[in-house]
Each structure stands twice: as structure tokens, then as C-alpha cells.
């Protein structure tokens, strides 16, 4: 069964950093592209950032470049987010989402998500 | 960067109806890039539709996927009570390399 488990989240003064870690089971980690999507509180779905399978091309959403570091270890099956600069609008909860390789883009795993609240 | 529009806001429909929710792109996508969503309270998405028109695995036959360009549609033919939920369509746009969300249909029980 796939299975992928955030952690790492909590309650952040503006200005601080986190980081979110993704473990991954069930399935071969190596071989599928990794996302990070958030939520903010009663708001819609947003698109963070992307990894390719062996970690070699990344993109970010503007909202987050610069800021945010998306990374993977596939000896570890884990994907990260490290977050700096965080700001008030970073509040939600955040996703790691499955992306199959090759020519249809989707996410088709999704974790439970790990909330991240940034207020002092 | 392309901007995907959801309609309605809210749909208000009763089990056994069918339900017609629209997703339009303010540029042209590839049907490779369109797939759909459905969110329940308190849960992580769950994946519908890619490919415009392909079921995931395990989703009933009542949902379908249709469209072209900048039109999308997602169709639940007899709703079911474990239906009502928030719907999103996605695209992957390659310049720049980036996915995009619609703003979500709520789907409730009239």
C-alpha cells in the first residue's frame, strides 16, 4: 500500500524557518517525481514546488522561490521542504503528492498533510 | 502562467441527480495535463481523473472526464451520498514549469 507520511509541521514566529520531511513506503520512491502542495485554512489548493525522480530539476511556485528548498534522499525514501523567511501567508496545511514519470501530469498519492501556523 | 476557472462556486443537487461541473482555462491546455480532484472535509485530495478523460484507479464508473483546450468537464452521472465534496481541476503548464489549481466547486446536498 502506498503510503506517505508528512511530518515536521508546528507554530512558527514570522521570519522563522521549518522543515517538512515526506516518508514514503509501499512503492519505489526513486522512480516517481515529488510535489509539495499546500492549503491554506478554508481556502483552495496550491502548488508549492516539484522534484524530478533523481532530484536533478526543481521548480518552485513565485510565491515561495527564494525561500522555500524542496529535496529528496531516495536511499531514505524522503522527500523535504525547507522553509525560511516564513510569513503569515505561508499558514496551511502542507501536502506531499505522488507525480507518475513520463507524459500525463497528476498527482496521484497524497499524504494526510502536516499544518504549519506562522503568527506571534 | 495559465489561470484555470471553476463553475459554479457551489452546486446544489440530490442524490440520484447528475452533476456538470466546469473547469476553463484562460490558455489552451494540453488534455495530457488536465486531471481532477475531489476533497472531503478534513481529508487529502483524491485523484479522479488525468488525462482529461482517464478514471484513476478504483473510481466508479459515474465520474467521467470530457473536454478539449480551454473547456473541461467533470460529469457525475447518479450522485451517490458520499459524492458531496469539494471538486479541483489541475493543469501542468511547461512555460514556466508549474501546476495550477482551479478555485474549487463545493458539491452539496440540496
Known amino acids: 500500500e502506498v503510503q506517505l507520511v508528512e511530518s515536521g509541521g508546528g507554530l512558527v514566529q514570522p521570519g522563522g524557518s521549518l522543515r517538512l520531511s515526506c516518508a514514503a513506503s509501499?512503492?519505489?520512491?526513486?522512480?516517481?517525481?515529488m510535489n509539495w502542495v499546500r492549503q491554506a485554512p478554508g481556502k483552495g489548493l496550491e502548488w508549492v514546488s516539484y522534484?524530478?525522480?533523481?532530484?536533478?530539476?526543481?521548480y518552485y511556485a513565485d510565491s515561495v522561490k527564494g525561500r522555500f528548498t524542496i529535496s529528496r534522499d531516495n536511499a531514505k525514501n524522503s522527500l523535504y521542504l525547507q522553509m525560511n523567511s516564513l510569513r503569515a501567508e505561508d499558514t496551511a496545511v502542507y501536502y506531499c503528492?505522488?507525480?507518475?514519470?513520463?507524459?500525463?501530469?497528476?498527482?496521484?498519492?497524497w499524504g494526510q498533510g502536516t499544518l504549519v501556523t506562522v503568527s506571534s | 502562467e495559465i489561470v484555470l476557472t471553476q463553475s459554479p462556486g457551489t452546486l446544489s443537487l440530490s442524490p440520484g441527480e447528475r452533476a456538470t461541473l466546469s473547469c476553463r482555462a484562460s490558455q489552451s491546455v494540453s488534455s495530457s495535463y488536465l486531471a481532477w480532484y475531489q476533497q472531503k472535509p478534513g481529508q487529502a485530495p483524491r485523484l479522479l481523473i488525468y488525462g482529461a478523460s482517464s478514471r484513476a484507479t478504483g473510481i466508479p464508473d459515474r465520474f467521467s472526464g470530457s473536454g478539449s483546450g480551454t473547456d473541461f468537464t467533470l460529469t457525475i452521472s447518479r450522485l451517490e451520498p458520499e459524492d458531496f465534496a469539494v471538486y479541483y481541476c489541475?493543469?501542468?503548464?511547461?512555460?514556466?514549469?508549474?501546476?495550477?489549481f482551479g478555485q474549487g466547486t463545493k458539491l452539496e446536498i440540496k
Open positions: 503528492a505522488r507525480a507518475p514519470r513520463g507524459r500525463l501530469r497528476y498527482f496521484d498519492s
Open positions: 522534484i524530478s525522480s533523481s532530484g536533478s530539476t526543481i
Open positions: 489541475q493543469q501542468y503548464g511547461s512555460s514556466p514549469p508549474m501546476y495550477s
Open positions: 509501499g512503492f519505489t520512491f526513486s522512480s516517481y517525481e
